[in-house]
Nanobody
Framework: VQLQAYGGGLVNTGGSLRLSCAASGRPFNRYTMGWFRQAPGREREFVATISWRDGITRYADSVKGRFTISRDNAQNTVSLQMNSLKPEDTAAYYC????????????????WGQGTLVTVSS
């Protein structure tokens, strides 16, 4: 699966952004999709995931209630709606695909897109 993430940018605290990730190359609807992020000087961390089988979602505690992950299997896309953004959300955001039913472990995601940078100004 080839993944292309886009939609990052500069936003003020409290603002919103919508990230999207376009997939190609393999049956998208058989992959659990996830979003991860990596801030400067920090390790990559889980943000959100959505199962290929039943659409179940999971979120990191730090974004729960503010971010929403969704997928459109007809369009081969996964999106991350980010609301009430905070400066600590500043990071490069990566979409990734896993063959598991539901996962949030980095090691279980086998395909990765390039990052899209989100900067939240205070």
């Amino acid at each position: 699966v080839q993944l292309q993430a886009y939609g990052g940018g500069l936003v003020n605290t409290g603002g919103s952004l919508r990230l999207s990730c376009a997939a190609s190359g393999r049956p998208f609807n058989r992959y659990t999709m996830g979003w991860f992020r990596q801030a400067p000087g920090r390790e990559r961390e889980f943000v959100a995931t959505i199962s290929w089988r039943d659409g179940i979602t999971r979120y990191a505690d730090s974004v729960k209630g503010r971010f929403t992950i969704s997928r459109d299997n007809a369009q081969n896309t996964v999106s991350l709606q980010m609301n009430s953004l905070k400066p600590e959300d500043t990071a490069a955001y990566y979409c990734a695909a896993s063959r598991t039913v539901l996962s949030y472990a980095i090691a279980e995601f086998v395909f990765w897109g390039q990052g899209t940078l989100v900067t939240v100004s205070s």
